[in-house]
């Protein structure tokens, strides 16, 4: 891809709402010729005579001919959202109507805009920062209102006031710093060492909780992943379909109907919850099929946030069979289905002491249950939106090499390492967040950060 860098001065358009038919298409155009482009397109109305933040609603031809009715939105430079002058068109949504109108805008002289090349714009114009750069695209992205209000949150700077505050503590401090390293011929100490130590734990202790964040990362993009697993025939289906409210996979009296791997999504109270339906385990199959879909099982479980571990609720200490070694590490819920069999219902204790929730899966009783232990094992269930949260790889790998720099600058201090080594690590450690924020950035980097964005944003 050529690099947007180079077409800097070029007015962009593109249309900035999906493909396909819809009440509205919206399309962006910024930069120098954007008045001029919108003026000779409405030729009854000059827009460019209007003040800044006013809509117009008017007519678009282009060769004598109507392209469509349209209200015009105008934002002048350098009050908008790239901080060049910037039209939006709010069209009809037909392909067609849109497709000619971008299509004068480009016969008038525009150009169409690489991905993400408003939002470059609006960050090298510092109408933004990366943190909320990126921000957008996330937003964009978000399939849940937890994602959304994550990347709401990043937007609006939540991240950025969080990494001033850092970046001031460490200013103070290579100021000190540098200070000293003027007078050292005099050794004199301007920092005092408990307080420097002291600012380095605050640092951390700021830094560690964002750090941490990124383990909700894939839950909250992605949905909690929930693998159901259990003997034939114990109503793993049938759960789905009931989680999912929705006949989605094939339920049946004969064990081993389910053979290949079943998924879908469902939300509640805010978290994406990723479920699958897999063939039952049992120790012996004759058949090949089976054995397959047996091994798939195996294969999704490994990589699940949450087992469902489904047994018929006659026999609640059927979870015995099932070989635990390999899922240690994992989160499980043990569920006991068909409670309607015995007439019982909630929390209940086996013989080896594990929590079993007897539900019934074709009566759909027990499943708020079921569902307020998933969220509690999702970990996301009292998640504050208000804590600044970290999403996105770039910011992470940044963020583990800023905590290994500060790891660096305690050592260095307390193994009495010359000051001008430890000054160097704090420069280091401004680096760093100056890469989070898009004040130290180089073009191959940002042409890569924006390239992922789609046309139009
Ligand atoms: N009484 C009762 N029957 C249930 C319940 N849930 C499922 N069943 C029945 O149990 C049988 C098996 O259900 P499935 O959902 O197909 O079971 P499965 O675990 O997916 O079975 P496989 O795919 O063969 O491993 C069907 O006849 C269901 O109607 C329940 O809560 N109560
Ligand atoms: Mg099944």
């Given at each position: 891809m050529q690099s947007t860098f180079t077409n800097w001065n070029d007015t962009i358009v593109a249309q900035a709402t999906p493909q396909g038919y819809a009440a509205l298409g919206i399309i962006r155009i910024s930069g120098t010729k954007s008045l001029y482009i919108i003026d000779t397109l409405s030729i009854h109305k000059k827009i460019s005579s209007y003040n800044s933040h006013t809509l117009h609603l008017t007519k678009l031809y282009y060769n004598n001919s109507l392209l469509d009715e349209?209200?015009?939105?105008?934002?002048?430079t350098p009050n908008?959202?790239?901080?060049?002058?910037?039209?939006?068109?709010?069209?009809?949504?037909?392909?067609?109507?849109?497709?000619?109108i971008l299509m004068a805008i480009t016969q008038c002289g525009a150009?169409?805009?690489?991905?993400?090349?408003?939002?470059?714009?609006?960050?090298?114009?510092?109408?933004?920062?990366?943190?909320?750069?990126?921000?957008?695209?996330?937003?964009?992205?978000?399939?849940?209102?937890?994602?959304?209000?994550?990347?709401?949150?990043?937007?609006?700077?939540?991240?950025?006031?969080?990494?001033?505050?850092?970046k001031d503590k460490l200013l103070q401090f290579a100021a000190l710093?540098?200070?000293?390293?003027?007078?050292?011929?005099?050794?004199?100490?301007?920092?005092?060492?408990?307080?420097?130590?002291?600012l380095i734990l605050q640092i951390r202790t700021?830094?560690?909780?964002?750090?941490?964040?990124?383990?909700?990362?894939?839950?909250?993009?992605?949905?909690?992943?929930?693998v159901i697993v259990g003997a034939p025939n114990t109503g793993k289906s049938t759960l789905l379909n009931a989680l999912l409210n929705e006949?989605?996979?094939?339920?049946?009296?004969?064990?081993?109907?389910?053979?290949?791997?079943?998924?879908?999504?469902?939300?509640?109270?805010?978290?994406?919850?990723?479920i699958l339906d897999t063939a039952g385990l049992r120790a012996h199959s004759q058949d090949d099929i089976e054995r397959i879909g047996m091994q798939k099982t195996k294969a999704s479980y490994l990589t699940a946030d949450i087992i469902l571990m489904l047994i018929d609720a006659r026999n609640l200490?059927?979870?015995?069979?099932?070989?635990?070694?390999?899922?240690?590490?994992?989160?499980?819920?043990?569920?006991?289905?068909?409670?309607?069999?015995?007439?019982?219902?909630?929390?209940?204790?086996?013989?080896?002491?594990q929590e079993v929730l007897l539900i019934s899966a074709k009566e759909k009783l027990g499943l708020n249950l079921l569902q307020d232990k998933l969220l509690l094992l999702s970990g996301l269930s009292d998640f504050n939106d208000q804590n600044s949260t970290v999403i996105n790889v770039r910011h992470k790998s940044i963020l583990d090499a800023l905590e290994l720099c500060l790891i660096d600058i305690e050592n260095a201090f307390e193994n009495k390492v010359s000051s001008e080594y430890i000054s160097l690590h704090i420069r280091e450690a401004l680096q760093k967040i100056g890469e989070l924020t898009g004040d130290i950035t180089t073009e191959n980097k940002l042409d890569y950060i924006f390239s992922k964005f789609c046309i139009g944003k």
């Open positions: 349209v209200v015009v939105s105008l934002f002048k908008s959202f790239t901080g060049e002058d910037l039209i939006e068109i709010s069209a009809h949504g037909s392909p067609t109507v849109l497709q000619s150009r169409i805009a690489n991905p993400g090349e408003f939002s470059l714009r609006a960050f090298l114009n510092k109408k933004i920062d990366l943190t909320q750069a990126e921000a957008i695209g996330d937003l964009i992205e978000s399939q849940t209102t937890l994602a959304q209000k994550v990347a709401l949150h990043h937007l609006r700077g939540g991240f950025k006031s969080d990494l001033k505050l850092l710093l540098e200070l000293e390293l003027d007078f050292s011929e005099e050794d004199v100490e301007f920092l005092n060492r408990d307080d420097f130590h002291q700021l830094i560690a909780p964002l750090i941490h964040s990124f383990t909700w990362n894939n839950a909250i993009k992605n949905g909690v992943k929930i006949d989605k996979a094939i339920v049946s009296p004969i064990a081993g109907t389910t053979r290949d791997i079943i998924e879908d999504r469902f939300v509640y109270k805010h978290v994406l919850f990723r200490n059927d979870f015995n069979d099932f070989d635990f070694n390999e899922i240690q590490d994992k989160k499980i819920v043990f569920v006991a289905n068909k409670a309607d069999l015995i007439q019982k219902y909630g929390i209940v204790e086996n013989h080896q002491n």
